[in-house]
């Protein structure tokens, strides 16, 4: 069963780091709070995915059908190896007390969390192999929309998002920059445009926007500062870098889903021998996967211009 890490921070009441841990990545990103992870055994899953149905007709009186059969593809998914490990000086805990480990350790949590959610939708497993393939690099054919056709972008019409969203099996979630919220929520306040935009919270209290009832998931920064979703991607007619894209998914156990050989493994090193530091280690051994071909759709070659109908 796949559950997400608000889901699994509930699983031991007795374990308070590792579950305070695991709460930390879901607050410090969007994407994580809302992708469900599912638990596998071993370094690798394997699953098949539908590639087309078998035939059916009509048939007449006395006529028989024709025989065919559905296409199953086969797929498999190498989980990753992502984590860290944090060093508290002794001397900072005498002059600060405990509390100041704990401030690290955030840190360090919110580090990892906007690392890997920059990974699930940018990563590329051929430029760098110790990562899975994000979103950017696993859409394509009919997943992948366009907003136009002008080189450098063209501006997001809300037709075409309807169509984006359309691609998707039963959508739970969009995808986006804090700067295509500010254009939506621009669009909605004028007469001409619209867009049906409303409000939620979340599981921390925390308000989130929505577009015909699909909660947005921020992409904003990493962990080196850099947005992970901005104007600086080719558009659909050329080679100029001033376009974005948007993601339309449908997170859940059979569709688009997060990958885990078990929990988070936090463990407290406690004084290690090279130095006076206290050490706390995060591994997880971790993955993506989309077990269906309408679970996810990549709307791209968006421009930073006013929405239009």
């Given at each position: 069963?796949?559950?997400?890490?608000?889901?699994?921070?509930?699983?031991?009441?007795?374990?308070?780091?590792?579950?305070?841990?695991?709460?930390?990545?879901a607050r410090s990103?969007?994407?994580?709070?809302?992708?469900?992870?599912?638990?596998?055994?071993?370094?690798?899953?394997?699953?098949?995915?539908?590639?087309?149905?078998?035939?059916?007709?009509?048939?007449?009186?006395?006529?028989?059908?024709?025989?065919?059969?559905?296409?199953?593809?086969?797929?498999?998914?190498?989980?990753?190896?992502?984590?860290?490990?944090?060093?508290?000086?002794?001397?900072?805990?005498?002059?600060?007390?405990?509390?100041?480990?704990?401030?690290?350790?955030?840190?360090?949590?919110?580090?990892?969390?906007?690392?890997?959610?920059?990974?699930?939708?940018?990563?590329?497993?051929?430029?760098?192999?110790?990562?899975?393939?994000?979103?950017?690099?696993?859409?394509?054919?009919?997943?992948?929309?366009?907003?136009?056709?002008?080189?450098?972008?063209?501006?997001?019409?809300?037709?075409?998002?309807?169509?984006?969203?359309?691609?998707?099996?039963?959508?739970?979630?969009?995808?986006?920059?804090?700067?295509m919220r500010r254009?939506?929520?621009?669009a909605a306040r004028?007469?001409?445009?619209?867009?049906?935009?409303?409000?939620?919270?979340?599981?921390?209290?925390?308000?989130?926007?929505?577009?015909?009832?699909?909660?947005?998931?921020?992409?904003?920064?990493?962990?080196?500062?850099?947005?992970?979703?901005?104007?600086?991607?080719?558009?659909?007619?050329?080679?100029?870098?001033?376009?974005?894209?948007?993601?339309?998914?449908?997170?859940?156990?059979?569709?688009?889903?997060?990958?885990?050989?078990?929990?988070?493994?936090?463990?407290?090193?406690?004084?290690?021998?090279?130095?006076?530091?206290?050490?706390?280690?995060?591994?997880?051994?971790?993955?993506?996967?989309?077990?269906?071909?309408?679970?996810?759709?990549?709307?791209?070659?968006?421009?930073?211009?006013?929405?239009?109908?």
């Open positions: 069963m796949a559950i997400t890490l608000v889901e699994a921070s509930k699983l031991n009441p007795g374990d308070v780091v590792r579950n305070a841990v695991i709460e930390m990545f990103s969007d994407i994580l709070r809302v992708m469900p992870f599912q638990d596998i055994p071993g370094g690798s899953y394997h699953y098949n995915q539908e590639g087309s149905l078998p035939g059916v007709a009509f048939r007449g009186v006395n006529e028989a059908y024709t025989a065919s059969a559905g296409v199953i593809n086969p797929q498999v998914e190498v989980m990753r190896i992502a984590g860290g490990e944090l060093d508290v000086d002794k001397a900072l805990l005498k002059m600060h007390g405990e509390g100041v480990r704990s401030s690290h350790e955030a840190m360090k949590v919110k580090a990892l969390s906007l690392f890997l959610a920059k990974k699930m939708i940018k990563g590329d497993s051929v430029a760098e192999p110790r990562e899975f393939d994000g979103l950017q690099n696993r859409i394509t054919g009919s997943q992948l929309i366009e907003a136009g056709t002008t080189n450098g972008g063209d501006p997001l019409g809300l037709t075409v998002l309807d169509e984006a969203i359309d691609a998707v099996d039963d959508p739970t979630t969009l995808i986006l920059s804090k700067a254009l939506l929520t621009a004028t007469t001409t445009v619209g867009g049906f935009i409303s409000f939620d919270v979340d599981e921390f209290g925390r308000k989130v926007t929505m577009y015909n009832d699909l909660p947005m998931a921020i992409a904003d920064q990493d962990e080196a500062g850099q947005r992970i979703l901005a104007f600086d991607e080719v558009g659909t007619g050329g080679a100029t870098a001033t376009a974005q894209s948007l993601y339309v998914c449908s997170f859940g156990e059979n569709m688009l889903t997060g990958l885990q050989n078990g929990i988070m493994d936090v463990e407290d090193l406690g004084e290690i021998d090279a130095s006076p530091v206290m050490r706390t280690r995060v591994d997880w051994l971790v993955g993506l996967a989309a077990l269906h071909g309408r679970s996810a759709a990549r709307l791209r070659g968006i421009s930073n211009a006013a929405v239009t109908a």
